[in-house]
């Protein structure tokens, strides 16, 4: 399969896999190994490393030394902050290698935001507009909308899809409405023409 050719691979860059999307730019010395999917319309930084087997949505974008192991899959319209680091072995040991049948998958929904230098553990997911402050350490799945901090991430608050950090009355300023469910999770409540998010 040839490489669509609105891709732009900076020459200092290395792209192993044609299973790039239409219009995705990779910049100086990020590296995407063979079997690894980026689709369209993404952003991979100087630095930044896909293994074979990750999984990247349309409009993602990976800043400068993001590293994704083979088992995380990315939903549409994630930010992945300078430094986030993914993991997919919970017992790593250099004399006892698992291989792919031993690793567990990560998932990040649609619209989440990794911080910068924050780390994943494996076998988590991280749900749809989640925010995950930089520096975090997950060690468990984030809700949708959950903003977590913190070693090991704990939830400071919820999330709007706009980014901002949701008050008490669960209005943003961008003129969405929410409302917390019987489960305890998360709902849009309303949606406000003009939203500047």
């Not at 986030?84 to 006892?96: H, I, K, L």
């Not at 930089?134 to 977590?148: C, I, K, M, S």
Request: charged share 20%.
């Amino acid at each position: 399969m040839a490489r669509d050719p609105s891709v732009f691979v900076h020459a200092l860059a290395l792209c192993e896999s044609d299973d790039v999307g239409p219009r995705t730019r990779v910049w100086a010395f990020a590296h995407i190994l063979a079997g690894a999917r980026v689709g369209a319309d993404c952003n991979v930084g100087d630095h930044a490393f896909v293994e074979g087997g990750a999984v990247v949505g349309d409009g993602v974008t990976i800043k400068n030394g993001v590293l994704l192991w083979s088992g995380v899959t990315v939903e549409d319209g994630v930010f992945l902050g300078p430094g986030a680091v993914f993991t997919n072995d919970t017992g790593p040991r250099a004399p006892y290698p698992k291989g792919p049948a031993g690793w567990r998958a990560t998932l990040v929904r649609r619209g989440a935001t990794v911080g910068a230098n924050a780390t994943v553990l494996s076998g988590l997911t991280i749900g749809r507009w989640a925010m995950v402050g930089a520096g975090a350490v997950v060690t468990a799945d984030v809700p949708d909308h959950a903003l977590v901090v913190g070693n090991p991430a704990r939830q400071a608050g919820w999330a709007c899809e706009c980014g901002r950090t949701l008050p008490e009355g669960l209005v943003c300023a961008c003129g969405r409405s929410y409302r917390l469910t019987e489960a305890g999770t998360l709902e849009e409540r309303s949606s406000a023409a003009g939203h500047d998010g």
